[in-house]
Structure formats: C-alpha cells, structure tokens
C-alpha cells in the first residue's frame, strides 16, 4: 500500500500558530481584565435602558444631546436618592432590631428552645460549634484570618467600581452614537444600511429586555415589600429589596427570593409562612406566563429552551453577572444569525458552469 504524504506549507503552519498564540493572548487578557470587562458591560446595559429616555426629551424639545443626557442622568440619580432616602432609614432600623434579636437567637439555640432549638436537638449544631473552635481556634471556624483585609478591599473595589460604571454610562450616553456612526462610516456604502438595520434590531432587543428587566424585578420588589409589611413580617423592606435584586437574575432569581423570604416567614409564624409561600407561588406563576413572555417575547423573542441555555452558560463563565448578561447576548447573537441567513437567502445562486 502506497504511503500519503500530505504537505504543509511554511506560510499556512505559521498563519495556525499566529492565530492559536492570539487565541491565547485573547483569553488570558479576558482573564486579567475580568473585572474591568464586566463594569463596561454593566455600563453598556444602563445606557442602553437610560437612551430611550434622553431620545424622548429630544423629541420632545431638548435639542442638544448633552442636555438631555444631563437631565436623564440627573433624574434617574435623583431617583435612586428619593428611593434609598424613603427605604435606607427603614431598613437600617430593620437591621439594627434583627442585630439586637441576635443574642437571644443564640439563647434559644443553645437552649434547645424556640424556632430555632431544632437545630440543637436534632443535630447538636452547639456542640460541633464547640468541638470545631476547641481544635482549630474561632479564626479557624470564622475564617477570620485576613478577613479585615478582604473586607476592605472588597468596600474599595465597590466604591470604585460603582464610581467607574457611572462615569462610564454617563460617557456612553454622550458619546455612544457618534461612536455607533464612526463604526458605520468604516464599512462599504453598499453594505450600511444592513448594518444600521442589524445594530437597530440589536439596541431594540437589548435595550428593551433591560428596560423590562428592571422594571420587572421593581414590581417584584414593592409587591413583596406591601404583602410582607401587611403580614407583618419582620424586616419587610429589607426582604422586600432582597426580592428585587434577586429577581433581576432570569429563571433561578425568583425562586431563591422566595426561599429565603418565606423561610424567614415560617420563622416568625407558620401561619404566614404559609400565606407568604402562596404569594410567592401565585406571583411566580404571573411572572413566569404574564410579565416575563411580554418582555422576552417583544424584545428578545428568544424559546424558554434558549433563555434556559443561555442563562447556564452565562453563569457558569461570569456567575451572577454572565447570568443577567446572557439574554441580552443571546439575544444579540440571534438578531445576526438570522440577519446572516436571510442575506444568504437573498443571494443570487451561481450561474450554471
């Protein structure tokens, strides 16, 4: 049997090896500026949900973009304030009584008594405390050895992070369509206006799913906090912003909200318990077949079975962050692949030979 032997050429072997050293320069600069990816990211999604409010004060009168991106920007600011100024005294207070519950809740456990003796009667949950601090010391159990360090570096890269998202958004609103144009004056003539068609379709799909998205998670939020304060649940604002935050990550975000807030419920009085699950599953199911298909279905138009693959993948590379990016991105994808296949089906077939 004949040997076949196949040749390279010199030029080709090295086009291979340039692109998998840039494939891997690629990735290990993702890796390194993760954290900075990840605030332009977070930036992008905010201007795009504040850009349909400073288009509309332009339609409305407000000719110069940078005034318009000013009042916007201040508004949605003054907002957050008036927000956290009517909720922050509230939930500081909440927090403060839960502090001073605290000692008692150790009683009780150590006790074997209350809502909480369970955990002691059942599983000696003090004990195994003990065992566990009398061989490995309190700074073993807690981890408390550079505890304070972490701490403090995560404070700063918060203050610094929250800091560089604003600025970033606030430039994005003001820079960000002479920077769309400056893309669209790169390519051919002939070939714009299916850009500028795909790059609409994308802002529509994206802008409008974080729009939604927001708005969604807000009902979540003030409709638990109204349920639990008229429950009388205890630190019902801080639950009820918990269920907000919560509800922002697609699919999983809800159903943890409701754990933890009927848990805490079920806590207080089995009763409530009770009505606050039922709440939750009632709202769940509005959520999941009312809210969610409007906002995913005029916007994204993604199949639960693609917003399900989507969010896993999202997570699984960025946790929290690549699951609330991974709608918008799906979505993103999907508007130039069927972009991709309609101008290939609208290309003449070659002439016969």
Request: aromatic share 6%; hydrophobic share 55%; no cysteine.
């Amino acid at each position: 049997m004949q040997e076949r032997l196949v040749h390279f050429r010199p030029r080709a072997v090295l086009v291979v090896l340039g692109i998998v050293l840039a494939a891997a320069v690629t990735i290990e600069v993702v890796l390194l500026a993760r954290s900075v990816i990840i605030w332009v990211l977070i930036a992008v999604f905010l201007a795009l949900a504040l850009n349909p409010a400073v288009e509309g004060l332009q339609r409305r009168g407000v000719k110069r973009r940078g005034l318009a991106v000013a009042i916007a920007f201040l508004g949605t600011l003054a907002g957050i304030v008036a927000i956290g100024a009517a909720f922050i005294p509230t939930l500081v207070d909440q927090v403060n009584n839960f502090v001073d519950a605290v000692p008692g809740y150790v009683e009780d456990l150590t006790a074997g008594q209350g809502k909480l003796g369970f955990l002691e009667r059942d599983y000696q949950i003090v004990e195994r405390v003990r065992d566990a601090v009398e061989s490995s010391g309190a700074s073993g159990v807690l981890g408390l050895s550079g505890t304070a360090v972490s701490v403090t570096k995560g404070v700063i890269t918060a203050v610094v992070g929250t800091l560089t998202i604003t600025f970033l958004t606030l430039f994005m609103l003001l820079e960000g369509p002479r920077w769309v144009e400056r893309f669209y004056s790169l390519l051919p003539a002939e070939a714009q206006p299916r850009w500028r068609a795909v790059g609409r379709d994308i802002y529509r799909t994206v802008g409008g799913y974080v729009s939604g998205n927001l708005l969604i998670s807000l009902i979540a939020g003030v409709t638990s906090t109204l349920v639990l304060l008229g429950l009388g649940v205890p630190y019902a604002v801080a639950l009820g912003l918990i269920v907000a935050l919560l509800d922002l990550i697609p699919l999983a975000g809800a159903t943890i909200a409701a754990v933890l807030v009927s848990t805490v419920a079920f806590l207080d009085d089995v009763r409530v318990g009770v009505v606050v699950l039922v709440f939750f599953l009632l709202y769940q199911q509005l959520e999941n077949h009312v809210l969610q298909p409007v906002v995913y279905g005029r916007t994204v138009r993604l199949s639960p079975l693609a917003v399900l693959i989507a969010v896993l993948i999202g997570s699984s590379l960025a946790g929290i962050v690549g699951a609330l990016g991974a709608i918008p991105v799906a979505g993103t994808l999907q508007v130039i692949l069927l972009d991709y296949l309609e101008h290939r089906r609208r290309r003449p077939a070659p002439a016969p030979g």
